[in-house]
């Protein structure tokens, strides 16, 4: 009797393997075949990079090139300032990132520890902004650039986006899972609001601190249509604006393009190879608590 259900039961455990392993077989097949998908206009950028302009509207496409013309890429610095693009870029996305992480982990800090009358109410009006497009602001943000003298300058691109309700959020999160006894054993030893926030909240915090900078910097790096409106000067715009050089009233040197955009997305690949441990750590860390 005993052997008959010990037989019974590795039959059973067998067929669970099986479909189990069918099941992660699946899985792994639609996983590889949506990545091959989705990395498709990355490869087809690199291949269009490194060909003629008459080989880039070819069809069908010709995914290698028959001859590599590394010299696209001398040619798009020759072209156009790329360099002074790139320090703009730069240059405005850590200074986004830098001051956007600290106004915004102030007031996480508010919303996750001090009590004061109407906080959870405030809290869900700041949350709803995250509902409104940002081409519903823009007009009202131009129209305050405007007033302050700041068209055409770094402060239009930097000050407007120092004010998210996401990193707000996704730090108070993060605050909320902390130990209270850590605060109160600094409330003991005299500690102020402020020295607590610093010196406490502030190395606890610094997965969610590294995360939110990846997200402010990425989405920086990558902004076209605000850049677009308050600079004019060649000088002062980000790459993403810069590589519009390229597109004329009557022609498109895509080759260029291709090239300059491939340019632009080198320090957001280095960037996320080099924090994506933070990117993991920082977003199963902070949205563990409601």
């Known amino acids: 009797m005993e052997t008959v259900q010990s037989t019974a039961k590795a039959s059973?455990?067998?067929?669970?393997?099986?479909l189990?392993?069918?099941?992660?077989?699946?899985?792994?097949?639609?996983?590889?075949?949506?990545?091959?998908?989705?990395?498709?206009?990355?490869?087809w950028m690199v291949s269009s990079s490194l060909k003629n302009l008459d080989e880039v509207s070819e069809i069908p496409i010709r995914w290698i090139p028959e001859t590599f013309r590394f010299s696209n890429y001398?040619?798009?610095?020759?072209?156009?300032?790329?360099?002074?693009?790139?320090?703009?870029?730069?240059?405005?996305a850590i200074s986004v990132t830098i001051l956007a992480i600290l106004v915004s982990s102030l007031a996480a800090y508010a919303f996750?520890?001090?009590?004061?009358?109407?906080k959870s109410t405030l809290f869900?009006?700041?949350?709803?902004?995250?509902?409104?497009?940002?081409?519903?602001?823009?007009?009202?943000?131009?129209?305050?650039?405007?007033?302050?003298?700041?068209?055409?300058?770094?402060?239009?691109?930097?000050?407007?986006?120092?004010?998210?309700?996401?990193?707000?959020?996704?730090?108070?999160?993060?605050?909320?899972?902390?130990?209270?006894?850590?605060e109160e054993a600094a409330r003991i030893d005299g500690c102020s609001r402020f020295r607590i926030y610093w010196n406490i909240m502030i190395?606890?915090?610094?997965?969610?601190?590294?995360?939110?900078?990846?997200?402010?910097?990425?989405?920086?790096?990558?902004?076209?249509l605000w850049p677009l409106i308050v600079i004019d000067s060649v000088d002062l715009q980000p790459i993403q604006v810069g590589l519009r050089t390229f597109q004329g009233e009557f022609t498109t040197h895509w080759h260029l393009m291709m090239a300059g955009a491939f340019i632009a997305e080198l320090p957001v690949l280095l960037f996320y190879v080099f924090c994506q441990r933070y990117i993991i750590e920082g977003i199963a860390t902070s949205g563990i608590k409601g």
């Open 12 to 18: 059973i455990a067998l067929k669970r393997s099986t």
């Open 20 to 43: 189990q392993r069918i099941t992660d077989l699946i899985t792994y097949a639609i996983l590889i075949t949506f990545s091959g998908i989705m990395i498709l206009p990355f490869i």
């Open 74 to 92: 001398v040619e798009v610095f020759q072209s156009i300032p790329m360099g002074r693009f790139i320090l703009n870029s730069f240059f405005v």
């Open 112 to 118: 996750a520890r001090l009590n004061f009358k109407g």
């Open 124 to 182: 869900l009006c700041f949350l709803t902004t995250m509902m409104i497009p940002q081409q519903v602001t823009m007009i009202p943000n131009f129209l305050i650039m405007k007033e302050f003298g700041w068209l055409n300058t770094y402060n239009a691109l930097i000050f407007p986006q120092l004010f998210t309700a996401f990193g707000v959020f996704m730090l108070r999160q993060f605050f909320l899972s902390i130990p209270v006894e850590l």
């Open 203 to 224: 190395p606890l915090a610094k997965p969610a601190f590294v995360t939110l900078g990846i997200f402010l910097f990425l989405g920086e790096w990558n902004s076209f």
